[in-house]
């Protein structure tokens, strides 16, 4: 039962968040994401907030599998910990990480905004070839690995209580974070008010973290983002 309402809370959160990222692109609301000029502290929280709604968006559904083995795997429990509560706390760690690279992000976007748009060329032609050789890394390898084999990772870190879910919520939060930044940095030099990037990229940290075949897609991506962010620079796309 906790395993199916854990899915339940999870997908009209999705929906709710996916909502609002429509309501805002349809209203022009994240284009302030993609032109700030004078920063203000009410300013980074709009942007920080919206940021972190987007984050749920596109984060969420791959995270499923993940929180849903969780919630199952609490049924053994006998911890004084509430089980719904368990979940919730590691949900909350999962979302607030990503929420808080909205921090940095408004502050690239400061600097971004006193770039000349001719020159913001060359930041996306480096961000897609930065992500295409962090697609192919080691590294983006290690952080898939954990992404997609749910099961292996809690039974190599399980823990019980509020440290258990602490400590399982904010190390499943780093290895999808480790696995995911350089997409996201991609996103935010084509812009975040493209609600098209914003569903491609989703549908893609899907496939790459469930699908039958995500690292091989994972490498792909790569190298096609290499070769046109190289392409973008000498001027053939």
Request: charged share 5%.
């Amino acid at each position: 039962m906790t395993t199916i309402l854990t899915y339940g809370v999870l997908l009209a959160v999705t929906a709710a968040a996916w909502a609002h990222v429509v309501w805002m692109a349809m209203t022009d609301e994240m284009a302030g994401m993609d032109m700030v000029i004078t920063p203000t502290f009410v300013d980074a929280l709009a942007f920080v907030a919206a940021w972190a709604v987007m984050m749920a968006a596109m984060m969420l559904p791959s995270a499923l599998p993940m929180i849903g083995l969780y919630a199952a795997m609490q049924r053994t429990e006998t911890h004084a910990v509430p089980r719904a509560a368990s979940v919730v706390l590691f949900t909350l760690i999962y979302l607030g990480l990503w929420a808080a690279t909205g921090v940095p992000m408004y502050v690239a976007s400061v600097a971004l905004s006193a770039i000349a748009s001719g020159a913001r060329a060359y930041g996306v032609a480096a961000a897609l070839v930065v992500a295409g050789v962090f697609q192919l890394s080691p590294l983006k390898q290690v952080c898939l690995r954990h992404c997609r084999s749910p099961l292996g990772f809690f039974l190599g870190r399980w823990g019980a209580g509020w440290r258990g879910s602490l400590a399982l919520g904010w190390s499943h939060a780093t290895y999808c974070l480790g696995c995911c930044w350089a997409l996201m940095g991609v996103l935010f030099v084509v812009g975040v008010m493209n609600l098209v990037w914003v569903a491609a990229l989703t549908v893609f940290v899907l496939i790459e973290k469930i699908g039958p075949a995500g690292t091989v897609v994972a490498r792909l991506a790569g190298a096609v983002m290499v070769v046109f962010g190289v392409f973008f620079v000498v001027g053939v796309v």
